[in-house]
């Protein structure tokens, strides 16, 4: 359906953040892990080319998902590592690319813990488990009490070498949405039970941060209003944690959902009418004030219009509508194109469809995507090659790590 010309809309008013910042729209690229990293931890220049094309296509925050802190717990030996051991230069040319047009390109700071990718780490969690699909060690406290200055590091690295902002992961079941989740933080210290002990470790780190960037740089948090898995982090915890946000120095609330554990739901493999999550941001709005993104499920220009317009959140975030489109806030704002077809997996196996939606983004990296979607069972083969072949690199590059946070 072609869209009718109209005035500009809510999606395309400015919006300023609690830092300063002033965001040119309301649309965000939300944090995708895009698996092109150079297996040593460098961007390498397919990325380059990927977020300039996000930020041509008229993003106002794009954020590159999973930069981790250090090389011992990362999501995919495709992340990027950002630390003293890294050679800015290589990110500062990262800033430069993804961050044109008026694009704020943040880096997601990730540490996967007990989801470590298993052929380069010893996942490490809150607790120790010893299940199927879910093996991990206990973090010691020591290593709990190192872990704010390491986000703060690689946040004020950030900073130095040109990004607009950084984002605090602490949901899809990574390291703090573990210790967030009673399930997966089994702790007897003043790290686990009660859930103002939970999210002990997201508050440090959020003012380690803080300390080390100063005020006007951009902090986001992105948080679960539910695992989705029972007996986990559920809404009202989710509310709780909102409330103590809005006692932070945070300028976003990034709300989605779905874990990534085994057997657990994803939002990126999920499919549906959405948005998903948008009656929790509208309960979260009564507990903080700070500036609220709501990622999963947005399809249509209307979705994502009715959703700012109506004040239950001022950002939408898209994660696979921009893999289908990569400029769809232009094509959204000119308002003369139809909305983006989705393909459709009948029997994809866990993990498929987020598979496919990154052989995709590296398609868009190369510039050959093509209105064709290419085949489920190819691009998961693909992906795991990809993996395979770079897992060599990272271990001959970092070694296979087993303790500590290095
Ligand atoms: C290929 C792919 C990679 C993703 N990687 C990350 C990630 O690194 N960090 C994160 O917080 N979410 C990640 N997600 C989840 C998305 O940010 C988003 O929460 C989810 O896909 C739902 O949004 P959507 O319906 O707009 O795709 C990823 C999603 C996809 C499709």
Redesign the pocket.
């Known amino acids: 359906m072609a869209f009718q010309s109209q005035a500009r809309g809510p999606l395309f008013e400015p919006l300023s953040l609690p830092c300063g910042l002033k965001l040119k729209n309301r649309i965000a690229k ?4 895009d698996s092109l990293g150079d297996g040593t931890g460098h961007p390498t220049t397919a990325q380059m080319r990927l977020y300039e094309r996000w930020a041509d296509g008229g993003i106002a925050v794009s954020i590159i ?2 930069v981790q802190l250090t090389s011992g717990y990362a ?1 995919n030996p495709g992340n990027l590592v950002l630390n003293d051991a890294s050679d800015l230069d290589r990110f500062h040319q990262l800033a430069r690319h993804g961050g044109g047009n008026g694009t704020s390109l943040w880096l ?1 700071l ?1 540490h996967a813990g007990a989801l470590a990718y298993g052929p380069t780490s010893i996942p490490k969690g809150p607790s120790h488990f010893d299940l199927p699909g879910l093996r991990c060690l206990e973090i010691t406290s020591g290593e709990i009490r190192q872990l704010p200055s390491l986000y703060a590091t690689t946040a004020q690295l950030a900073q130095q070498a040109g990004f607009g902002g950084v984002q605090i ?1 602490a ?2 079941g990574f390291l703090l949405g573990q210790f967030l989740s009673p399930l997966f933080n089994r702790r007897v210290d003043n790290y686990g039970g009660d859930i103002e002990n939970r999210m002990r470790l997201l508050l440090e780190v959020i003012d380690a941060t803080r300390d080390a960037v100063g005020s006007n740089f951009p902090i986001a948090v ?1 948080l679960n209003s539910t695992d989705e898995l029972e007996g986990g982090f559920d809404d009202e915890e989710a509310l709780d944690v909102a409330a103590a946000l809005d006692r932070t120095s945070v300028d976003l609330i990034d709300i ?1 959902g779905g874990t990534y554990f085994p057997g657990a739901k ?3 493999d ?1 499919s549906g009418r ?1 948005p ?1 999550f948008l009656d929790f941001a509208r309960r979260a709005r009564d507990v903080t004030t700070i500036p609220l993104m709501l ?4 399809k249509t220009r209307s979705q994502a219009e009715d959703a700012v317009a109506s004040g239950a959140i001022d950002i939408v ?5 921009l ?1 289908i489109e990569p400029a769809l806030p232009n094509l959204w704002q000119e308002k003369v194109k139809s909305e983006p077809v989705f393909p459709r997996f009948a029997d994809s196996p866990e993990g498929g469809v ?1 598979a496919w ?2 052989m995709r ?1 590296a398609d868009i990296a190369a510039d050959s995507e093509t209105i064709e979607f290419g085949e489920l069972e190819k691009a998961i083969a693909d992906y795991k090659d990809r993996d395979t072949a770079r897992t060599k690199t990272w271990i001959a590059h970092f070694g296979k790590h087993a303790t500590g946070n290095s």
Do not use: D, I, N
Not at 30 to 33: G, L, P, V
Not at 295 to 298: D, E, L, R, V, Y
């Open positions: 939300s944090a995708m892990s998902g999973e999501e997601q990730g992961h949901a899809h992105k989605s994803s939002a990126s999920r959405g998903y990622t999963g499920g947005f975030g898209l994660a696979r509508p893999v987020t939606y990154t983004v």
